[in-house]
């Protein structure tokens, strides 16, 4: 704002230097004649021709008081001002986004940008930094690969394919996903589990290195799992990890990743969420993305609404309302730095065990709530999957671009499940599969980092997903 009243204030004085002649302001007010409405054939002319001419005499014809010069430089000047305020907040970035801010208000009460001056900045020491990996991983056409499976997760995938799932085995897999040929082109971010992230591939190259090199940057899963909120029914949860996360976060840094991921989860049954649960969700993720951003990651915060249940798409659209909307307050009264973290949701669907609707509805009902609820000053909306089919969560996303191609945020995917699960079933575990492995991951990340942009359409569209798998969820989903 100060720098509009400064160019305001500075078109107020061009006005009077260009527009006030000298003599305006220190001699006798020039003559001015005007025409005579009789000159002009009718009303409208006279209304389009010009009505005065103005010129300085060599000699003054009127000696004119010091109060009018006085004014008449005022006049020049409020003109001026109000010329270059307009010009200003019409151009202006800070001017842009306030009007933006404005416009996804929830109410003119309760704006979705808080006054944040008493809070803490725990961003201050990287901010710059932590604006830029955020507005990368956020590129057009791009998104994350979530190969952030524990350990014992991944020795399951493994076990499915026939494998045994060993520690060796599970670093040959990802070596393979981050060595597949052109990944980088719709992936900008691969969240690591923390082994992976000290992990490098056969020839020594450390992952890290292996991803940094093709332009993706490498993150870390940084919470410690959930556990069940003791008094609570339908098996509530909270998340580990909070007590030595900075010491984490710092050592994370050193050994070269720049983002980090922390799931939390709700669950709707006919007695949940609770107000408990809700609140310990959102409470904490914003004390590991404050956290997070103190040691220079920028966080992606996922408070997920689980896809567990028979609930309609109505009731997903309230439960998830209420947690978005705390879940900004929260981030902001932590002082989080919106430009500089990331925001992995859930889309608003039905649950699992209730029928499907449309991409167009799921779409419209999640960027809806998602305007109410979330700054338009945040880098980037990373959704996950939930569970959905690999097709089901592209079209998904493509419909969302089709919904708001105005969108304020960069809305893109972070999959896990529907990045991996045709290329696990294409591997097999088999040497001489991993080229049709890889050439389906960047078949899949292709769709995706097309769909993003709302251009998996047409021709494209009518080919068919790459896909080979259908329904991706498991009910009480953990990794």
């Given at each position: 704002?100060?720098?509009?009243?400064?160019?305001?204030?500075a078109g107020a004085l061009t006005f009077v230097a260009l527009f006030a002649p000298p003599v305006e302001l220190f001699a006798p007010q020039p003559a001015v004649l005007s025409r005579p409405a009789a000159d002009f054939g009718s009303?409208?002319?006279?209304?389009?021709?010009?009505?005065?001419?103005?010129?300085?005499?060599?000699?003054?014809?009127?000696?004119?008081?010091?109060?009018?010069?006085?004014?008449?430089?005022?006049?020049?000047?409020?003109?001026?001002?109000?010329?270059?305020?307009?010009?200003?907040?019409?151009?202006?970035?800070?001017?842009?986004?306030?009007?933006?801010?404005?416009?996804?208000?929830?109410?003119?009460?309760?704006?979705?940008?808080?006054?944040?001056?008493?809070?803490?900045?725990?961003?201050?020491?990287?901010?710059?930094?932590?604006?830029?990996?955020?507005?990368?991983i956020a590129s057009p056409g791009k998104g994350i690969l979530a190969s952030d499976e524990s350990t014992g997760t991944c020795m399951s995938r493994l076990k499915d394919i026939g494998m045994e799932g060993t520690v060796e085995e599970?670093?040959?897999?990802?070596?393979?996903?981050?060595?597949?040929?052109?990944?980088?082109?719709?992936?900008?971010?691969?969240?690591?589990?923390?082994?992976?992230?000290?992990?490098?591939?056969?020839?020594?190259?450390?992952?890290?290195?292996?991803?940094?090199?093709?332009?993706?940057?490498?993150?870390?899963?940084?919470?410690?799992?959930?556990?069940?909120?003791?008094?609570?029914?339908?098996?509530?949860?909270?998340?580990?990890?909070?007590?030595?996360?900075?010491?984490?976060?710092?050592?994370?840094?050193?050994?070269?990743?720049?983002?980090?991921?922390?799931?939390?989860?709700?669950?709707?049954?006919?007695?949940?969420?609770?107000?408990?649960?809700?609140?310990?969700?959102?409470?904490?993720?914003?004390?590991?993305?404050?956290?997070?951003?103190?040691?220079?990651?920028?966080?992606?915060?996922?408070?997920?609404?689980?896809?567990?249940?028979?609930?309609?798409?109505?009731?997903?659209?309230?439960?998830?309302?209420?947690?978005?909307?705390?879940?900004?307050?929260?981030?902001?009264?932590?002082?989080?730095?919106?430009?500089?973290?990331?925001?992995k949701p859930a889309m608003i669907v039905p649950g699992a065990d209730a029928p499907k609707e449309s991409a167009q509805k799921v779409a419209k009902y999640t960027l809806d709530v998602m305007k109410e609820t979330v700054p338009p000053?945040?880098?980037?909306?990373?959704?996950?999957?939930?569970?959905?089919?690999?097709?089901?969560?592209?079209?998904?996303?493509?419909?969302?671009?089709?919904?708001?191609?105005?969108?304020?945020?960069?809305?893109?995917?972070?999959?896990?499940?529907?990045?991996?699960?045709?290329?696990?079933?294409?591997?097999?575990?088999?040497?001489?599969?991993?080229?049709?492995?890889?050439?389906?991951?960047?078949?899949?990340?292709?769709?995706?980092?097309?769909?993003?942009?709302?251009?998996?359409?047409?021709?494209?569209?009518?080919?068919?997903?790459?896909?080979?798998?259908?329904?991706?969820?498991?009910?009480?989903?953990?990794?």
């Amino acid at each position: 704002m100060s720098r509009i009243l400064l160019a305001a204030g500075a078109g107020a004085l061009t006005f009077v230097a260009l527009f006030a002649p000298p003599v305006e302001l220190f001699a006798p007010q020039p003559a001015v004649l005007s025409r005579p409405a009789a000159d002009f054939g009718s009303v409208a002319q006279q209304r389009v021709a010009p009505q005065q001419v103005m010129y300085v005499q060599p000699e003054p014809v009127q000696q004119q008081s010091q109060s009018q010069d006085f004014g008449s430089a005022l006049g020049y000047g409020a003109m001026g001002f109000g010329v270059a305020l307009a010009a200003a907040s019409f151009f202006m970035p800070e001017a842009g986004k306030e009007r933006r801010i404005a416009m996804f208000a929830t109410t003119a009460e309760s704006p979705l940008i808080m006054d944040t001056s008493k809070a803490p900045k725990p961003w201050l020491k990287f901010k710059d930094e932590l604006m830029k990996t955020a507005s990368a991983i956020a590129s057009p056409g791009k998104g994350i690969l979530a190969s952030d499976e524990s350990t014992g997760t991944c020795m399951s995938r493994l076990k499915d394919i026939g494998m045994e799932g060993t520690v060796e085995e599970q670093r040959g897999y990802r070596q393979m996903l981050y060595s597949t040929p052109g990944l980088s082109e719709h992936i900008s971010g691969a969240i690591m589990f923390e082994k992976t992230l000290y992990e490098s591939n056969d020839a020594g190259v450390p992952f890290v290195k292996l991803l940094g090199d093709q332009g993706i940057l490498a993150g870390i899963k940084v919470d410690k799992g959930l556990k069940k909120i003791d008094g609570t029914n339908d098996g509530e949860t909270w998340t580990a990890g909070l007590d030595d996360l900075k010491e984490r976060c710092a050592k994370y840094y050193e050994q070269g990743a720049r983002f980090a991921k922390w799931r939390n989860v709700v669950y709707i049954t006919d007695s949940t969420p609770s107000d408990a649960a809700i609140l310990d969700c959102v409470t904490t993720l914003a004390q590991y993305a404050a956290t997070c951003q103190s040691e220079g990651l920028v966080p992606i915060v996922e408070p997920e609404v689980s896809l567990d249940g028979d609930h309609d798409i109505e009731t997903c659209k309230e439960v998830t309302r209420r947690v978005w909307k705390m879940q900004y307050e929260v981030l902001q009264q932590y002082g989080v730095l919106m430009e500089g973290m990331l925001f992995k949701p859930a889309m608003i669907v039905p649950g699992a065990d209730a029928p499907k609707e449309s991409a167009q509805k799921v779409a419209k009902y999640t960027l809806d709530v998602m305007k109410e609820t979330v700054p338009p000053t945040m880098a980037g909306i990373t959704f996950l999957s939930g569970g959905q089919s690999e097709e089901e969560a592209t079209l998904h996303i493509q419909a969302m671009a089709e919904y708001m191609p105005d969108a304020p945020w960069n809305v893109s995917f972070s999959f896990a499940r529907a990045l991996q699960s045709s290329v696990l079933k294409t591997w097999g575990g088999k040497k001489e599969n991993e080229q049709k492995a890889q050439e389906m991951l960047r078949a899949i990340c292709q769709v995706n980092g097309l769909a993003q942009m709302g251009k998996y359409t047409g021709e494209l569209a009518a080919r068919g997903h790459p896909s080979t798998t259908g329904s991706l969820y498991e009910k009480g989903y953990q990794y």
